[in-house]
């Protein structure tokens, strides 16, 4: 229910060329991304980054507006970073580190998530949904005007589809009457209900929690702490869940556990919001409501995310409950691990067969993420009796057993997949650090400013071999690239003298040490010392090619 | 020892079990099951291994019928 609208329109409607080409030669676009979300537009910045053209077609004429997610991880600043929009969200966003859990009126314990050293970005931030789609929506536009081939057409609904051996045509609504247009490749990102899969058919499995969740982003002049509240039980919500949680412009995000029998329409009438807001601020707060809504939740999956042509990113191909922040989080990551692969197999550097990575990876992830945020909606939403009985068994204990605390499971924050089992890893060197082992993205680590003064900042975007306390063999290239099947690699050279953390992080007890990174900035392959074959039969692992048979000299 | 012992091991067999009995003598059921929940929390926690708890979750559950209705 909008009480207080955010929406502009960013990218209205305006007629396209392709809609005036006859209907018997519609225009073919290499690659068109259905839904200008957070997850299609990432998709598309990387995609245009790498010089590949890229249509976004949504329904809506701009970004959307309600209370969607808020809680973004350091891999997706990470990744957003490296697109260009990280600096936006980490100015805006808000940074917490402490959380309360409350039972009725009482603090149970408060947990604080200590800032690890040697990042340059936080564990997380909270920003409203709507002020990263704008940096995103901003930045396409941003890149268009700076020459990228990239089209964000708003007013552009898919209605229908068909898909063929090598390309897919679909069907667009507009508000000039219908066009079609076709695709070598379609990345559906329109979001939990998908037209796209619909109209495909495929399933979407999982599971509904019978439960209603009343979300209210209210705006409060209170001085507040930034903090993560979470009570069990509250006097103002009895044998219910609640959790406050602070956002930018002294917005307030609360969630109410409402049950599973109620009035959806009467509970978010504000007569009835309103009191229930003042019973958990207590009375002398004053507060204005920006949005109210109530959702239910479920987990959800596609069995496959690539099928042929078509490739499903974000709620459309999985849908998390939002205990643990894992859905936009999660996509993020699955438009970071499928546009390098989508580019390499469009320039014809790789095969197709690498997009089944995309599938495999992802699918990974997103079954992590269903993992937790289930396990945590299990803990605040007992299905039985009897899961509730060892759920208040587990509260009764935290305050004189600081065993149980571990057990308490509010939600469990998202952190990046690691693809310990993906078909793209190489060699592993197991004396190196458990953390940056093949399939793990990379863990940041200050640099000096003349090195780019965050590895993060360095790393991404194409292949690179990470030399660490290392020279290269004197008979190998030594410049600042060499090319592997027709991919430049680049080398980056780091000693420990002037990036110490490498130690740890990199090195371990090793002397010195060479990762092979994927342009996604996970670690493809790693050893101790630089052998050219070796890359070179991992390079082809990582783009799913099979290698020549290895001819080392002996 | 990853093994969970199935021998006795225990003391004084009949004082652990008035013990236990006792225990629960003040509850009703509803409290029973929820200090019974609390002993399995707080006694898997003292194992420490999930490899033998694992173990006492089979042996108990193998031993349990699926309904305890008989009919
Ligand atoms: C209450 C709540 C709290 C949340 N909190 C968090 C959080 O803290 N952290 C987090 O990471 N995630 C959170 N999430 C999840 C997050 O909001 C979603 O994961 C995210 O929006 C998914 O992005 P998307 O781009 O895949 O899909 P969407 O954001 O759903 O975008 C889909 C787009 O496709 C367009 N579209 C749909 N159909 C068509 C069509 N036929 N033709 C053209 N366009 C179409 C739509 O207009 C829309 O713009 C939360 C969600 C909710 C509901």
């Given at each position: 229910?909008?009480?207080?609208?955010?929406?502009?329109?960013?990218?209205?409607?305006?007629?396209?060329?392709?809609?005036?080409?006859?209907?018997?030669?519609?225009?073919?676009?290499?690659?068109?991304?259905?839904?200008?979300?957070?997850?299609?537009?990432?998709?598309?910045?990387?995609?245009?980054?790498?010089?590949?053209?890229?249509?976004?077609?949504?329904?809506?004429?701009?970004?959307?507006?309600?209370?969607?997610?808020?809680?973004?991880?350091?891999?997706?600043?990470?990744?957003?970073?490296?697109?260009?929009?990280?600096?936006?969200?980490?100015?805006?966003?808000?940074?917490?580190?402490?959380?309360?859990?409350?039972?009725?009126?009482?603090?149970?314990?408060?947990?604080?998530?200590?800032?690890?050293?040697?990042?340059?970005?936080?564990?997380?931030?909270?920003?409203?949904?709507?002020?990263?789609?704008?940096?995103?929506?901003?930045?396409?536009?941003?890149?268009?005007?700076?020459?990228?081939?990239?089209?964000?057409?708003?007013?552009?609904?898919?209605?229908?589809?068909?898909?063929?051996?090598?390309?897919?045509?679909?069907?667009?609504?507009?508000?000039?009457?219908?066009?079609?247009?076709?695709?070598?490749?379609?990345?559906?990102?329109?979001?939990?209900?998908?037209?796209?899969?619909?109209?495909?058919?495929?399933?979407?499995?999982?599971?509904?929690?019978?439960?209603?969740?009343?979300?209210?982003?209210?705006?409060?002049?209170?001085?507040?702490?930034?903090e993560r509240w979470f009570w069990f039980d509250p006097p103002f919500n009895p044998g219910q869940?609640?959790?406050?949680?602070?956002?930018?412009?002294?917005?307030?995000?609360?969630?109410?556990?409402?049950?599973?029998?109620?009035?959806?329409?009467?509970?978010?009438?504000?007569?009835?919001?309103?009191?229930?807001?003042?019973?958990?601020?207590?009375?002398?707060?004053?507060?204005?409501?920006?949005?109210?809504?109530?959702?239910?939740?479920?987990?959800?999956?596609?069995?496959?995310?690539?099928?042929?042509?078509?490739?499903?990113?974000?709620?459309?191909?999985?849908?998390?409950?939002?205990?643990?922040?894992?859905?936009?989080?999660?996509?993020?990551?699955?438009?970071?691990?499928?546009?390098?692969?989508?580019?390499?197999?469009?320039?014809?550097?790789?095969?197709?067969?690498?997009?089944?990575?995309?599938?495999?990876?992802?699918?990974?992830?997103?079954?992590?993420?269903?993992?937790?945020?289930?396990?945590?909606?299990?803990?605040?939403?007992?299905?039985?009796?009897?899961?509730?009985?060892?759920?208040?068994?587990?509260?009764?204990?935290?305050?004189?057993?600081?065993?149980?605390?571990?057990?308490?499971?509010?939600?469990?924050?998202?952190?990046?997949?690691?693809?310990?089992?993906?078909?793209?890893?190489?060699?592993?060197?197991?004396?190196?650090?458990?953390?940056?082992?093949?399939?793990?993205?990379?863990?940041?680590?200050?640099?000096?400013?003349?090195?780019?003064?965050?590895?993060?900042?360095?790393?991404?975007?194409?292949?690179?071999?990470?030399?660490?306390?290392?020279?290269?063999?004197?008979?190998?290239?030594?410049?600042?690239?060499?090319?592997?099947?027709?991919?430049?690699?680049?080398?980056?050279?780091?000693?420990?003298?002037?990036?110490?953390?490498?130690?740890?992080?990199?090195?371990?007890?090793?002397?010195?040490?060479?990762?092979?990174?994927?342009?996604?900035?996970?670690?493809?392959?790693?050893?101790?010392?630089?052998?050219?074959?070796?890359?070179?039969?991992?390079?082809?692992?990582?783009?799913?090619?099979?290698?020549?048979?290895?001819?080392?000299?002996? | 020892?990853?093994?969970?012992?199935?021998?006795?091991?225990?003391?004084?067999?009949?004082?652990?079990?008035?013990?236990?009995?006792?225990?629960?003598?003040?509850?009703?059921?509803?409290?029973?099951?929820?200090?019974?929940?609390?002993?399995?929390?707080?006694?898997?926690?003292?194992?420490?291994?999930?490899?033998?708890?694992?173990?006492?979750?089979?042996?108990?559950?193998?031993?349990?019928?699926?309904?305890?209705?008989?009919?």
């Amino acid at each position: 229910m909008p009480l207080n609208s955010q929406s502009e329109l960013l990218y209205p409607y305006r007629r396209s060329p392709d809609q005036d080409r006859a209907l018997s030669a519609p225009a073919r676009k290499p690659v068109i991304i259905v839904g200008a979300g957070p997850i299609g537009l990432t998709v598309a910045i990387d995609l245009a980054l790498k010089g590949i053209p890229v249509v976004i077609l949504d329904e809506a004429e701009g970004i959307g507006v309600g209370s969607r997610a808020i809680c973004f991880s350091r891999r997706t600043l990470e990744i957003l970073s490296r697109l260009g929009c990280g600096d936006q969200m980490l100015e805006k966003g808000v940074q917490w580190n402490t959380g309360r859990v409350f039972r009725k009126d009482r603090q149970i314990y408060e947990f604080n998530l200590s800032p690890e050293q040697g990042f340059k970005h936080p564990a997380f931030i909270n920003l409203q949904q709507y002020y990263m789609e704008g940096y995103l929506a901003a930045r396409v536009q941003e890149l268009a005007a700076r020459g990228a081939t990239l089209d964000l057409r708003g007013g552009n609904k898919v209605t229908a589809l068909e898909c063929f051996d090598d390309y897919v045509s679909l069907e667009i609504t507009t508000p000039d009457g219908p066009y079609t247009i076709e695709a070598d490749w379609l990345i559906a990102c329109d979001g939990p209900r998908s037209t796209i899969r619909s109209l495909m058919q495929l399933d979407f499995k999982g599971r509904v929690f019978e439960d209603n969740f009343l979300i209210a982003d209210v705006v409060m002049k209170a001085d507040f702490p930034t903090e993560r509240w979470f009570w069990f039980d509250p006097p103002f919500n009895p044998g219910q869940s609640a959790l406050l949680h602070k956002q930018p412009d002294n917005v307030w995000r609360i969630d109410f556990q409402l049950g599973w029998d109620i009035d959806r329409e009467a509970v978010i009438r504000p007569e009835n919001v309103i009191p229930r807001i003042e019973a958990m601020l207590g009375p002398d707060v004053t507060f204005e409501l920006e949005w109210v809504s109530v959702y239910t939740f479920q987990c959800c999956s596609m069995q496959r995310y690539r099928h042929n042509r078509v490739l499903f990113a974000g709620d459309s191909a999985h849908q998390v409950s939002p205990f643990g922040a894992r859905g936009a989080n999660g996509g993020v990551q699955d438009a970071d691990n499928l546009a390098w692969k989508l580019a390499l197999v469009i320039a014809g550097k790789a095969p197709a067969a690498l997009l089944d990575s995309y599938d495999s990876e992802r699918r990974q992830g997103a079954d992590e993420n269903i993992l937790n945020s289930t396990r945590a909606t299990d803990f605040i939403t007992p299905k039985s009796p009897i899961s509730r009985l060892f759920r208040d068994a587990v509260l009764d204990l935290v305050e004189q057993a600081p065993f149980a605390r571990p057990l308490v499971n509010s939600g469990r924050l998202s952190v990046p997949a690691i693809y310990d089992e993906s078909p793209l890893n190489g060699a592993d060197d197991p004396s190196l650090p458990t953390a940056t082992r093949p399939g793990a993205p990379l863990v940041d680590l200050p640099l000096p400013d003349a090195l780019g003064s965050w590895l993060l900042k360095r790393a991404g975007g194409r292949f690179q071999l990470l030399v660490i306390d290392h020279d290269i063999p004197a008979k190998e290239p030594q410049g600042d690239t060499f090319e592997v099947s027709g991919i430049d690699i680049a080398i980056v050279r780091l000693s420990t003298t002037n990036a110490p953390l490498a130690r740890p992080r990199y090195l371990g007890n090793a002397a010195s040490a060479v990762y092979l990174i994927r342009p996604d900035q996970h670690v493809a392959a790693r050893w101790t010392s630089y052998n050219r074959s070796a890359i070179t039969a991992a390079l082809h692992t990582a783009i799913a090619t099979v290698s020549e048979p290895l001819s080392e000299p002996a | 020892m990853n093994k969970l012992n199935i021998d006795a091991n225990l003391d004084d067999p009949d004082g652990f079990y008035a013990q236990l009995l006792a225990l629960h003598e003040p509850l009703d059921e509803a409290a029973s099951h929820a200090l019974n929940a609390k002993l399995v929390l707080i006694l898997a926690n003292h194992i420490g291994n999930r490899e033998v708890i694992t173990q006492a979750f089979d042996l108990a559950f193998k031993s349990t019928p699926r309904s305890s209705h008989t009919f």
